[in-house]
């Protein structure tokens, strides 16, 4: 039984190249989408953002000299590319899903629009959100925090490589420690870099819940929202 009815799943746009420098691995885009099959057919309505980082960041092109308006342009760009890619291993599932842009390019995908995203939850689509909010200056995380507020969201699970949030970067320092639990305040003043503080305060003012998880295991997406204690929950 699921504990969630509506949740965001927040993604990095580099967890889908896997073990390759670049691109899309397609057993890892299949490895995300089975995940969030499992999840979808436990009844849960599903709004998933996806990042470009695997295929271009903003804030890397501005140091190759790209101007920073445009390269987070091209980052937007990228998200899309992915949000395809993901929406394309869903259909072909038969799971229908619906992909929003927050710039418009129709046919490829629709617009957002909150209140036809919201039909498509209930409609038991898995609804992907890409090129962020449609303005420089904004990451993903950021997206996904705004998103996850907009659509009502219960929680905003934050899929990443390691296993919760760390005292330190843990592939850096053994030493670091796990918190099972921690709030919006502690995360900000200890200036974790697990998102970045803009979408750390909309959720802290909205009441929305950050969980963050191990996505590369398998199975855990799953586990966590029939109410397994994995990962670290941040809250107020």
Not at 1 to 27: C, F, N, P, V
């Given at each position: 039984?699921?504990?969630?009815?509506?949740?965001?799943?927040?993604?990095?746009?580099?967890?889908?190249?896997?073990?390759?420098?670049?691109?899309?691995?397609?057993?890892q885009l299949e490895s995300y989408m089975n995940q969030v099959a499992e999840i979808?057919?436990?009844?849960?309505?599903?709004?998933?953002?996806?990042?470009?980082?695997?295929?271009?960041?903003?804030?890397?092109?501005?140091?190759?000299?790209?101007?920073?308006?445009?390269?987070?342009?091209?980052?937007?760009?990228?998200?899309?590319?992915?949000?395809?890619?993901?929406?394309?291993?869903?259909?072909?599932?038969?799971?229908?899903?619906?992909?929003?842009?927050?710039?418009?390019?129709?046919?490829?995908?629709?617009?957002?629009?909150?209140?036809?995203?919201?039909?498509?939850?209930?409609?038991?689509?898995?609804?992907?959100?890409?090129?962020?909010?449609?303005?420089?200056?904004?990451?993903?995380?950021?997206?996904?925090?705004?998103?996850?507020?907009?659509?009502?969201?219960?929680?905003?699970?934050?899929?990443?490589?390691?296993?919760?949030?760390?005292?330190?970067?843990?592939?850096?320092?053994?030493?670091?420690?796990?918190?099972?639990?921690?709030?919006?305040?502690?995360?900000?003043?200890?200036?974790?870099?697990?998102?970045?503080?803009?979408?750390?305060?909309?959720?802290?003012?909205?009441?929305?819940?950050?969980?963050?998880?191990?996505?590369?295991?398998?199975?855990?997406?799953?586990?966590?929202?029939?109410?397994?204690?994995?990962?670290?929950?941040?809250?107020?």
């Open positions: 039984m699921a504990t969630y009815k509506r949740i965001l799943l927040k993604l990095s746009g580099e967890s889908l190249q896997g073990q390759s420098s670049h691109g899309i691995d397609t057993g979808h057919d436990l009844g849960v309505q599903v709004g998933l953002v996806i990042g470009g980082g695997n295929i271009f960041r903003g804030m890397s092109g501005t140091k190759e000299g790209y101007d920073r308006v445009k390269g987070d342009y091209m980052g937007m760009l990228a998200t899309v590319i992915n949000g395809l890619a993901l929406q394309s291993a869903f259909m072909k599932k038969d799971i229908p899903c619906s992909l929003f842009t927050a710039i418009r390019m129709e046919p490829a995908a629709e617009y957002w629009y909150r209140d036809k995203v919201i039909a498509a939850l209930e409609a038991g689509h898995v609804c992907i959100f890409a090129a962020g909010t449609g303005n420089p200056f904004v990451t993903t995380d950021t997206t996904a925090a705004l998103r996850g507020v907009e659509i009502g969201a219960e929680m905003l699970l934050k899929g990443t490589r390691v296993d919760g949030v760390y005292s330190a970067d843990p592939e850096k320092d053994p030493t670091a420690t796990r918190f099972d639990e921690i709030s919006f305040d502690e995360v900000i003043n200890r200036n974790l870099h697990i998102m970045d503080q803009t979408a750390f305060t909309l959720c802290r003012e909205n009441n929305l819940p950050i969980l963050v998880f191990d996505m590369n295991t398998k199975g855990n997406l799953k586990r966590l929202i029939s109410g397994e204690k994995i990962g670290t929950l941040i809250h107020k």
